[in-house]
């Protein structure tokens, strides 16, 4: 019989967890009665807006790079992302005593660029629908002798981002479902790979934008599909093909995935902030908008959210969700 070894194990997110004990934040877990009575269900918000460089991302980031070796560490780390990937290599490099290359796309907000740049990383830019920024990151890497570390397809950073989740189950104890918006995978991977190992029974919900339903697609066909760049407000998940590393975890554990809409999104990002007082970004609205809409369907008792991320500047928060907005 032929076993595959999957790329991220249980215990592999619970050393990332004591790699990242004083270095990451352990975000909140907020609760709303408002939000209960709305679903018909007990929520439970996993608040990683509240996460260092404003989402999930520095976990995975700093426990993939706190693990390079000295000399590697001396020439630095390259990274590609539409920004919050970005600026977790940034400032995990900059936590680590090296430097950070960023390949990013040219209609990046500018608050996500700004930050990137803020943490001492060199930006380098590209066309979203034209370029491949993983061909331009790896010439980067083997021109400047840079360890690239990618945004989700990578064992240790599907590990760390992994951490939000067995934080949140620590804290709240056994949930029936956990939703978690769906990028490249690596927080769904990570996040089901440690929830499924402590609580068998647990619903894995992903959460995507109608417009970029590729992991919905490539699930349904049993294969990785791609589908054309996607334009969503929800810009951390405009992807066109999940990772491979993370499907082979995702195809295994993932009990169903939920599509919301740009409009559903905008209404989750007001609801949080009028109800909840938490700013949060398009991508980490969309399982909030789920519950919201009733598009995730029936809600057992106990639920649990993982709000990726709150990185939005006020021009861009108010233009996506002030009067009139479109």
């Known amino acids: 019989m032929t076993t595959t070894t999957p790329p991220v194990t249980?215990?592999?997110?619970?050393?990332?967890?004591?790699?990242?004990?004083?270095?990451?934040?352990?975000?909140?877990?907020?609760?709303?009665?408002?939000?209960?009575?709305?679903?018909?269900?007990?929520?439970?918000?996993?608040?990683?807006?509240?996460?260092?460089?404003?989402?999930?991302?520095?976990?995975?980031?700093?426990?993939?790079?706190?693990?390079?070796?000295?000399?590697?560490?001396?020439?630095?780390?390259?990274?590609?992302?539409?920004?919050?990937?970005?600026?977790?290599?940034?400032?995990?490099?900059?936590?680590?005593?090296?430097?950070?290359?960023?390949?990013?796309?040219?209609?990046?907000?500018?608050?996500?660029?700004?930050?990137?740049?803020?943490?001492?990383?060199?930006?380098?830019?590209?066309?979203?629908?034209?370029?491949?920024?993983?061909?331009?990151?790896?010439?980067?890497?083997?021109?400047?002798?840079?360890?690239?570390?990618?945004?989700?397809?990578?064992?240790h950073v599907m590990a760390g981002q992994g951490t939000a989740a067995l934080e949140l189950l620590e804290e709240s104890g056994e949930l029936d479902a956990l939703l978690t918006p769906v990028g490249g995978g690596?927080?769904?991977?990570?996040?089901?790979t440690v929830a499924k190992d402590l609580y068998p029974g647990i619903r894995m919900i992903g959460v995507e934008p109608e417009a970029g339903d590729d992991t919905?697609?490539?699930?349904?066909?049993?294969?990785?599909?791609?589908?054309p760049v996607p334009h969503t407000i929800a810009d951390g998940q405009a992807l066109h093909t999940p990772g491979e590393l993370t499907f082979s975890v995702n195809e295994r554990l993932l009990d169903g995935i939920v599509l919301v809409g740009d409009d559903e999104i905008r209404d989750a990002m007001r609801?949080?902030?009028?109800?909840?007082?938490?700013?949060?970004?398009?991508?980490?609205?969309?399982?909030?908008?789920?519950?919201?809409?009733g598009r995730a369907g029936p809600l057992p008792r106990r639920v649990g959210v993982i709000v990726s991320g709150g990185n939005v500047d006020a021009e861009r928060f108010a233009a996506l969700c002030g009067p009139g907005a479109v």
């Open 10 to 155: 249980a215990d592999d997110v619970r050393d990332a967890a004591a790699r990242l004990e004083g270095v990451a934040h352990r975000t909140p877990v907020l609760r709303s009665r408002t939000l209960d009575a709305l679903v018909g269900a007990e929520v439970h918000l996993k608040c990683e807006n509240f996460q260092r460089v404003g989402a999930f991302k520095f976990r995975g980031a700093y426990n993939a790079a706190s693990r390079l070796g000295p000399e590697q560490l001396s020439r630095g780390i390259a990274a590609y992302s539409s920004g919050n990937h970005a600026q977790a290599v940034a400032l995990a490099a900059r936590e680590l005593g090296t430097t950070a290359v960023i390949v990013m796309p040219e209609d990046a907000p500018p608050s996500k660029r700004a930050a990137t740049a803020g943490y001492g990383a060199e930006i380098v830019t590209y066309d979203r629908y034209t370029g491949d920024r993983v061909a331009i990151a790896e010439a980067l890497a083997a021109e400047r002798g840079l360890a690239l570390i990618p945004p989700y397809e990578h064992p």
């Open 186 to 192: 690596g927080l769904m991977a990570g996040s089901a």
């Open 216 to 227: 919905k697609r490539s699930l349904e066909a049993g294969r990785r599909v791609s589908i």
């Open 271 to 293: 609801f949080a902030f009028e109800r909840l007082k938490i700013v949060v970004e398009p991508s980490g609205a969309t399982p909030l908008a789920a519950l919201l809409t």
